[in-house]
């Protein structure tokens, strides 16, 4: 761009769009709100003047400059209301789309500001580019990138991921800790986005990530500081396999059944002829079985990270160039490495399926004792009563 960027920093950070159309005072500006001397911000915080005054230099060199914005409806709009939910967001998913991209997450200048111009729908504009020239072309000397055009495919996975990174954290409408993929479920191409080469590297760098020596289970204390890691590990393999993905959509589905069948006895609805309440401490059942079914899937995955992680060869001292030792060994732990990931993805559709059984067959039970249970206290409550009448 001609002017570095510069019209579009005007734009993002004009008083009129930070605060509304009818804002005339900077007293409620983001300026204000973060007592800093910009209203602009990154996936690192708060941008500030010096760091603004260094972008935009570096935004005067001919390169491409990329430009967007993101805009929520008026239901999900409060989830980015202020420039803190809106760091978490652009932390929590713009470094997987600058990868897909092709650029280096370390190279990029990016500048995003909240506009409240239209209360129906906020939204954060951005705009971003590569630092330095680090891309080799024909030329000796490196370049910056010549592609401004983003591919459909990239569009696609950032769509999805602001979707998913929505969703996760909307506390009405999602009750489980996963239960945005069973909207995705919606979606036809979705192992077009979460690819096999996607999928084995979250579990190369989960391996990478644990120390040789800790305990591989879920539950452990070891793997506490890796739980959401995990976790995510499993989204991945649950959106890559269809067959995981059913079997875990049945479960939620029998689980949040059971739930809203336990609220609506704790709460009674005034329907119960002895205005019989359940006592709240009971729902921790359906809790404990929830935590339990997410610590089985978690081991589905570390039994194979396990292995993976004692077949991957790893040395700390200096070989010779062409070394053919480390070579052969090399080649070896890569192949070894292959084939529990390979059956990795082979068997964890099976054995999902034969966990969601199991605990669907524990979420019946504890139905089951539930209803006993108000069938007993019931009883008791209808011989109390009539104790009563007969002592008056």
């Not at 001292?317 to 082979?346: E, M, Q, T, W």
């Not at 006993?372 to 409550?381: A, D, H, I, K």
Request: aromatic residues 8%; hydrophobic residues 30%; positive net charge.
């Amino acid at each position: 761009m001609s002017d570095g960027g510069n019209n579009i920093y005007k734009y993002m950070t004009s008083d009129r769009k930070l605060n509304g159309e009818n804002s005339k005072t900077e007293t409620t500006s983001l300026i204000n709100y973060f007592e800093k001397s910009t209203g602009v911000f990154n996936d690192d915080g708060v941008i500030t003047q010096e760091q603004l005054i260094q972008i935009q230099q570096r935004a005067h060199a001919p390169k491409n400059i990329w430009h967007g914005f993101i805009s929520l409806n008026k239901e999900m709009s409060y989830k980015i209301d202020t420039p803190e939910k809106c760091m978490r967001m652009i932390k929590r998913t713009f470094g997987e789309f600058f990868k897909d991209m092709g650029l280096d997450t370390n190279n990029i200048d990016l500048i995003c500001a909240l506009h409240k111009d239209k209360p129906h729908h906020l939204h954060i504009h951005f705009w971003f580019a590569e630092k330095e020239p680090k891309c080799k072309y024909r030329k000796k000397q490196t370049e910056f990138r010549h592609k401004g055009k983003i591919e459909k495919r990239v569009l696609d996975r950032m769509h999805v991921r602001l979707n998913m990174d929505i969703s996760e954290s909307h506390p009405r409408l999602y009750v489980s800790r996963d239960e945005a993929l069973r909207e995705l479920k919606k979606i036809s191409a979705l192992k077009d986005i979460i690819t096999k080469d996607d999928v084995k590297e979250a579990v190369l760098e989960l391996a990478k990530s644990i120390p040789k020596g800790y305990s591989f289970h879920y539950g452990s204390k070891d793997m506490i500081p890796y739980r959401q890691q995990i976790d995510r590990v499993v989204n991945k393999l649950l959106m890559y396999d269809k067959t995981a993905r059913k079997a875990d959509l049945r479960f939620h589905t029998e689980l949040e059944t059971l739930r809203q069948k336990v609220n609506s006895l704790i709460t009674g609805n005034g329907n119960d002829i002895n205005h019989y309440k359940i006592d709240p401490k009971n729902i921790t059942l359906v809790d404990d079985i929830a935590n339990d079914y997410k610590r089985r899937q978690g081991n589905l995955l570390l039994k194979t990270v396990k292995y993976i992680k004692s077949e991957t060869f790893e040395t700390k001292i200096r070989h010779k160039v062409n070394d053919k030792g480390l070579k052969r060994r090399l080649a070896i732990s890569h192949r070894k490495v292959g084939k529990l990931f390979d059956g990795l993805l082979a068997s964890f559709g099976g054995e999902s399926e034969l966990l969601e059984r199991d605990f669907t067959n524990r979420l019946q039970e504890i139905e089951k004792e539930i209803e006993q249970e108000r069938e007993v206290q019931g009883n008791v409550e209808v011989n109390t009563a009539s104790k009563w009448t007969w002592g008056k």
